[in-house]
């Protein structure tokens, strides 16, 4: 099984599950498309992507796809323009890589699924009123539920890392936060 983790840094969780799975002897790798995260996470492939966007994520998908099995995307995919606006082509790399028989795993982080108006009613310990980063207006209802549906309908199998995160993405699984403790 070759497995290809990312697109994105999402809190080190795709490169710290890659490099288990490899201590494992799993073939894994970890892509990160994402620029300036302020993180530094590390990442096998650090895809540079030209002045078309699209385009380099594209070329790198159609090579991609014959290289893995798996692709286990975490926060986002290749094909995610707008949080605002979850319109196609938004998760069109999900569609082909379903109709190309390869398995689609998305793995949620947090701020692209969890609704204001529900945390605040889940949660007194919700953080809507400070709206730390305007995150809050970065992911829009009901964008997020259209695009938690829309991933429900395709992925093979859909993680959250714990129950909060779960009482937004209904029949999704719980898988807790790795932690490399080296």
């Not at 594209?58 to 979850?86: C, G, K, M, Q, W």
């Not at 609704?115 to 995150?135: C, D, L, R």
Request: hydrophobic fraction near 40%.
């Amino acid at each position: 099984m070759r497995i290809l983790h990312g697109v994105s840094g999402a809190a080190n969780q795709p490169a710290t599950v890659s490099k288990l799975q490899r201590a494992a002897g799993v073939e894994a790798r970890c892509i990160s498309v994402s620029e300036g995260d302020g993180f530094g996470y590390p990442a096998d492939i650090k895809l540079q992507a030209g002045s078309d966007v699209q385009e380099s994520y594209s070329d790198f998908l159609r090579t991609a796809i014959d290289e893995y099995d798996v692709f286990h995307f975490y926060f986002r995919s290749f094909f995610f323009f707008d949080p605002r606006n979850n319109a196609f082509p938004s998760g069109l790399d999900l569609l082909l890589l379903r109709a190309a028989g390869k398995t689609v795993v998305v793995h949620y982080r947090g701020s692209e699924v969890r609704e204001a108006s529900k945390f605040k009613e889940f949660s007194p310990y919700n953080y809507v009123a400070e709206n730390p980063s305007g995150i809050f207006s970065k992911f829009r209802e009901p964008s997020l539920s259209q695009r938690v549906d829309f991933v429900r309908s395709v992925a093979n199998v859909v993680l959250v890392p714990d129950e909060e995160l779960a009482s937004y993405v209904p029949g999704s699984r719980i898988v807790r936060r790795a932690i490399d403790l080296d």
